[in-house]
T-cell receptor, first 113, second 115 residues
Framework: SQTIHQWPATLVQPVGSPLSLECTVE??????LYWYRQAAGRGLQLLFY??????ISSEVPQNLSASRPQDRQFILSSKKLLLSDSGFYLC????????????FGSGTRLTVV | AQSVTQPDIHITVSEGASLELRCNYS??????LFWYVQSPGQGLQLLLK??????LVQGIKGFEAEFKRSQSSFNLRKPSVHWSDAAEYFC?????????????FGKGTKLSVIP
């Protein structure tokens, strides 16, 4: 069966520090991968999605970037964190058609101080 | 462009009472529809999905949802709510054509349950 792993679960980082959040999927190949952010009371905001290795689409211009170095690995990064980057970050995967919905990771709570 | 509206930001019900969470969508074709649940500090879990066929779909944890094309709705229901159902619920509408794969999510409805 397919599983998705996301880490770390919680992270407290100072303003201006770098960020790296990792997400990996097991049990499937060539998944679509997604990074979402949740701010309190603001629903799900799609940040990036990827349909293949090295293929990244950005939905919202911001202080973050994403990379997909391997088929089942998706990384969210920042060179210098801002206070506004605080939030709950979710990784998700779907089949190439997305017809069966998304499967989400357990999330990372990022607090920038 | 497709869109999803969840009109209720927050709903409070008593344990044992029935529940209905509303979801309205805007989509140019036959939609694929989903309900997800999110417990505090957790990821989203799929409750149920509708692709075609019977418009009343059953999901996990005793939830069901009914697709009503004429009303562009996909409301989530549960006959008797348990305290453990307290969570946030998201409705989503999905692709139905080749080459399209993204879901559009509603902003969520937070459910509180009074013991």
């Amino acid at each position: 069966s397919q599983t998705i792993h996301q880490w770390p679960a919680t992270l407290v980082q100072p303003v201006g520090s770098p960020l790296s959040l990792e997400c990996t999927v097991e049990g499937t190949s060539n998944p679509n991968l997604y990074w979402y952010r949740q701010a309190a009371g603001r629903g799900l905001q799609l940040l990036f999605y990827s349909v293949g290795i090295g293929q990244i689409s950005s939905e919202v211009p911001q202080n973050l970037s994403a990379s997909r170095p391997q088929d089942r690995q998706f990384i969210l990064s920042s060179k210098k964190l801002l206070l506004s980057d605080s939030g709950f970050y979710l990784c998700a995967w779907s089949s190439t058609t997305g017809l069966y919905g998304y499967t989400f990771g357990s999330g990372t709570r990022l607090t920038v101080v | 462009a497709q869109s999803v509206t969840q009109p209720d930001i927050h709903i409070t019900v008593s344990e044992g009472a029935s529940l209905e969470l509303r979801c309205n969508y805007s989509y140019g074709a036959t939609p694929y529809l989903f309900w997800y649940v999110q417990s505090p500090g957790q990821g989203l879990q799929l409750l149920l999905k509708y692709f075609s066929g019977d418009t009343l779909v059953q999901g996990i944890k005793g939830f069901e949802a009914e697709f009503k094309r004429s009303q562009s709705s996909f409301n989530l229901r549960k006959p008797s709510v348990h305290w453990s159902d307290a969570a946030e619920y998201f409705c989503a509408v999905g692709p139905s054509g080749a080459g399209s794969y993204q879901l559009t999510f509603g902003k969520g409805t937070k459910l509180s349950v009074i013991p």
